[in-house]
């Protein structure tokens, strides 16, 4: 076990997967699990990728979004989760963009985007999406979400169905009754225990914890979660470190955790999604997704992405590709 992931495991306990890529070197202590110089821009990140790929803002609501675009065709438009950005889809960004207009954003409290003090339940959060949308001329997007992405892609399908053409989730459902069961103590022997979703309940303190030591988390939450560890390299790690370095995106971040009772009263009240969906989820997750997303609309199809772990847009790029145009074609 590394420095880093011994330092982050010992932060809290709790429940599912989520987390990609980052960017630059480390420094050593002091500040080890901070980045040892500034990460690439946005912007120069994005014009590293073949595609014609830019970096941009625009304002929705009073809440300034960032995202990056490129390529041609029908709008599909990508969500991350966490501890990642935009950059989580590096990887499958230029070969979607020969067929379709890619927009990924970085959700309120992520990245390059504003990190208001409210509005992190994934209803709030699904607006803001669909409010960038319409900023940009569409009237309706094919959209896919992976980790909290995938959750507030539902809720953009569930609430806006006219602005959804179809839709794909990505290894987690949107919250429901069933997240208050997760298990936050393991068992003898269980491989597998989401801490995380514990830690990021706590108010304050993950932000002192976190706070210039970034990297200790990003470091423990990809190897834990990996298959090839490989898959997200030293610069894509410093790019998602240097993101959740501050106290206000460590807070954003958390966010998005401390509103599952919200989005958990507000899934009672959805009816089905109308539009036709896809679920992705790697082996350790699959049971779980075809048992609980055929419920959730009229149209559903899940498929199973092995030989990875939760970071499967990194692990295996070819496949999700494979799978994203065979289902939005």
């Not at 990728?49 to 941009?56: D, I, M, Q, V």
């Amino acid at each position: 076990m590394s420095i880093g992931r011994r330092n982050a495991m010992t932060l809290g306990a709790g429940a599912i997967a989520l987390a990609t890529t980052g960017g630059v070197a480390v420094a050593a202590t002091p500040g080890e699990g901070a980045a040892r110089g500034p990460a690439p821009s946005d912007a120069e990140l994005a014009r590293s990728l073949p595609g014609g790929f830019t970096s941009r803002h625009a304002e929705v609501d009073g809440v300034r979004l960032h995202y990056v675009t490129g390529g041609r065709g029908e709008p599909l438009v990508l969500l991350p989760g966490w501890p990642q950005t935009w950059w989580e889809y590096r990887k499958v960004m230029p070969a979607l963009a020969a067929r379709y207009r890619v927009i990924v954003v970085d959700l309120r409290g992520m990245g390059g985007s504003d990190k208001p003090a409210s509005g992190y339940d994934k209803k709030t959060m699904a607006r803001d999406v669909y409010g960038l949308v319409r900023k940009l001329g569409h009237d309706s997007v094919n959209i896919a979400g992976h980790d909290v992405g995938s959750m507030i892609a539902f809720s953009f399908a569930v609430n806006h169905p006219e602005a959804t053409r179809k839709l794909a989730v990505l290894d987690v459902t949107h919250p429901d009754e069933s997240y208050y069961e997760f298990r936050m103590l393991p068992r003898p022997g269980q491989a597998f225990y989401p801490w995380w979703f514990a830690f990021n309940q706590v108010h304050g303190l993950p932000e002192q914890l976190v706070s210039g030591r970034s990297r200790y988390l990003v470091d423990s939450i990809f190897d834990y979660l990996l298959v090839d560890k490989t898959a997200i390299d030293e610069r894509d790690r410093a790019v998602y470190a240097q993101a959740y370095s501050h106290p206000d995106a460590v807070r954003g971040g958390n966010g998005w955790y401390q509103t599952f009772g919200q989005d958990i009263e507000d899934y009672r009240t959805y009816g089905r999604v109308t539009a036709p969906i896809l679920g992705l989820a790697h082996s350790a997750f699959y049971g779980r997704m075809n048992q609980v997303l055929p419920a959730q609309g009229s149209d559903v199809r899940v498929a199973e992405v092995t030989g990875t772990g939760h970071y499967f847009v990194e692990e295996q790029p070819a496949a999700v590709v494979g799978h994203l145009t065979g289902f939005f074609d």
